[in-house]
Each structure stands twice: as structure tokens, then as C-alpha cells.
């Protein structure tokens, strides 16, 4: 599966952001899906991520400002950010896991096989 994201820009502490993320190609519904967000020198953290049968997960940091959802029809998935702070800056990448119905969501981006290229998010102060 290919993944492209988009959506990110620079805002204003406080502002919010939705974030896209279009697969081309295999069975989009077989797939879990993550959200991720990298900084320079720093190791890419798991955001938010949404199981195959839409259970989700979060990284404490956005729990209660983030959502993550998933529109199967479409083959894409979303991450509304909102209440975003500068700490939240980052260039956020979103992935997929081909997985079974058993296999718990995962957070370690080892385990996600397929990657976009990233759309940049920039909180100002």
C-alpha cells in the first residue's frame, strides 16, 4: 500500500489542524493505521493509531486534543489536532501495519511496514 500525507502548515498555539492521509493500492481495511511525528535528532513517537477494527490508541502527550479516525470507503485516515502547542511540532508521518484481528495495535514503528513521506506541522508561540 502507498500513503501520501497532507494537511500540515504553520498555526498558532491554541489552533487546530486535520491531517490527511490517502492509500493507493492493497486492501485498506486489512490494515492498521499510525500516526507518527518526527523532530531532528529525535526517534520517530507513535501519536495515535487505529486498529483495523477502528479501536484506537494515543500517546498520552495528545490524549483528549487529538483524534484519529478512519474512513475505509476512502481509503484514508485522519488526525484532527486540536489545542496544539510547540511542542507539537514536527513532521508527522502516517503508516500501515497489515495485521490480523487479533494482534493488538501496535506503537513501535518497527512493526509498521509502509510509511508516506510526511506533511510538516509548525506551532508558533
Known amino acids: 500500500v502507498q500513503l501520501q500525507a497532507f494537511g500540515g502548515g504553520l498555526v498558532q498555539t491554541g489552533d487546530s489542524l486535520r491531517l490527511s492521509c490517502a492509500a493507493s493500492g492493497g486492501t485498506f481495511s486489512r490494515y492498521s493505521m499510525g500516526w507518527f511525528r518526527q523532530t531532528p535528532g529525535k526517534e520517530r513517537e507513535f501519536v495515535a493509531g487505529?486498529?483495523?477494527?477502528?479501536?484506537?490508541d494515543y500517546a498520552d502527550s495528545v490524549k483528549g486534543r487529538f483524534t484519529i479516525s478512519r474512513n475505509n470507503d476512502k481509503k484514508m485516515v485522519y488526525l484532527q489536532m486540536n489545542s496544539l502547542r510547540p511542542e507539537d511540532t514536527a513532521v508527522y508521518l502516517c503508516a500501515a501495519d497489515h495485521t490480523i484481528l487479533s494482534v493488538p495495535l501496535k506503537r513501535s514503528p518497527l512493526e509498521y511496514e509502509h510509511w508516506g513521506q510526511g506533511t510538516k506541522v509548525t506551532v508558533s508561540s
Open positions: 487505529i486498529h483495523r477494527n477502528s479501536n484506537t
